[in-house]
């Protein structure tokens, strides 16, 4: 899709008040919310990349998974080749350990089942200790990245767009009623609040946007960009 500034706005609006709320800022206590407009941006991109290739009858799973690699691995790895050596020369042994215990989860995208195994929760004074804990959300998102090309190559399998759309709410549907099944009535919190299984209705929030905005009507802004 074409590059959106409206769409990289809400990004850096939503790494402040992560920020924000990291940094104790007064009025930011619910920054954290940042982390699911993130979720739904990532579902939105990706979908609208995935759905528009179908579209065009050039979708690839070898060129859609490379190009996350892309995106992604480069980055990753020179941040955490980076901390690495910094922290075998800072960090006293536990803390150490605990870094190394977490880097090969990070490395992998399974950052959020490395914080679903600690003994303690994300807003825990003693999280402070693990320096990759913040992966958490990286790894969901790149969970969620292997199943969606998967799941809507075989939704576009359906000539009916009709029947297309009805299974793409079914699904969100589902996955809203399986997130609150297991926040509202399991007390596994750790896992609840890391793994894709509560999350994925907020990065599908984002795949519904992509499948149904371009049947909305257009709004201009005040500086009459249609959007």
């Known amino acids: 899709m074409n590059y959106r500034k409206d769409i990289d706005g809400l990004r850096a609006i939503a ?47 070898k060129g859609f998974y490379l190009n996350r690699i892309k995106r992604i691995a480069p980055v990753l790895v020179i941040i955490l080749l980076l901390l690495t050596i910094f922290n075998v020369f800072v960090l006293l042994p536990d803390p150490l350990k605990n870094y190394f215990d977490f880097l090969p989860y990070a490395t992998l995208g399974a950052g959020n089942y490395a914080a679903a195994n600690l003994g303690h929760g994300y807003f825990d004074a003693v999280s402070e200790r693990y320096q990759l804990l913040h992966t958490w959300s990286l790894g969901v998102e790149e969970q969620f990245y292997l199943l969606v090309p998967v799941l809507f190559y075989l939704i576009w399998k359906i000539k009916s767009i009709k029947s297309r759309n009805i299974l ?9 009623a399986v997130s609150v099944y297991f926040v509202e009535f399991t007390t596994d919190f750790k896992n609840n609040y890391y793994l894709l299984h509560t999350r994925f209705f907020e990065i599908f929030t984002g795949s519904m946007l992509a499948v149904f905005y371009k049947n909305t009507p257009n709004i201009k802004s005040l500086l009459g960009i249609t959007v």
């Not at 793409?168 to 809203?176: E, F, Q």
């Open 168 to 176: 793409i709410i079914s699904i969100y549907v589902i996955s809203i």
């Open 15 to 61: 790494v402040l008040l992560v920020i924000f709320c990291h940094l104790d800022v007064w009025g930011f206590e619910g920054g954290f919310l940042g982390v699911d407009i993130f979720f739904v941006i990532s579902g939105f991109l990706i979908t609208s990349n995935i759905t528009t290739k179908l579209n065009e009858g050039r979708f690839s799973f």
